[in-house]
């Protein structure tokens, strides 16, 4: 699990919210950073993408540190 901030740009309301690594499939800069999830739904938050990398490849890390 990740803890992102989603952005909604058509209230602009932000809030912290954690997301189930396991079910990314892609992410993309258009330029804001839009998380596709398996089930092809479409998340965008703030943290850049190379940020949301670097978050998932810690998190699996310490997966298998257990």
Known sequence: MIKLTKFNSESNKKGDFVLNAEIIETIEE????????????????????DEVVRRVMTYRRALHKI
Do not use: A, E, R, S
Request: net charge neutral; proline share 10%.
């Open 30 to 49: 258009t330029p804001d950073t839009v998380i596709t999830l398996l089930n092809g739904k479409k998340l965008i938050v703030d943290q850049p993408m």
